[in-house]
């Protein structure tokens, strides 16, 4: 079982910036890819940004630009740095681990973007 746990949400006006961490309970991080989501109401979960085993991301159009993913392996850590933000890009944020047939996830971050 691996525990994900994010941090860093709040309210910013638009234009500014947060970071959003998420800290997985478990070592095998390292060895896998992971993704950033977000849940906006009455809308799906979409994914925003990804970042493989081997450090290569890749982001939705919406945030290209703006939002940069990185992990930190000896803390076990992914992080979501959001800059410019604007008011669509509010939502619930989740970290996301997939693992075989598991698929982790945190228990989310509420981001809102409002002025």
């Known amino acids: 079982q691996v525990q994900l746990v994010e941090s860093g949400g709040g309210l910013v006006q638009p234009g500014g910036s947060l970071r959003l961490s998420c800290e997985a309970s478990?070592?095998?991080?390292?060895?896998?890819?992971l993704g950033w989501y977000r849940q906006a109401p009455g809308k799906e979960r979409e994914l925003v940004a990804s970042?493989?085993?081997?450090?290569?991301?890749k982001y939705a159009d919406s945030v290209k630009g703006r939002f940069t993913i990185s992990r930190d392996n000896a803390k076990n850590t992914v992080y979501l740095q959001m800059n410019s933000l604007k008011p669509e890009d509010t939502a619930v944020y989740y970290c996301?681990?997939?693992?075989?047939?598991?698929?982790?996830w945190g228990q989310g971050t509420q981001v809102t973007v409002s002025s």
């Open positions: 996301n681990l997939p693992y075989g047939s598991a698929d982790y």
């Open positions: 478990s070592s095998i991080f390292r060895f896998n890819a």
């Open positions: 970042i493989s085993s081997g450090f290569v991301t």
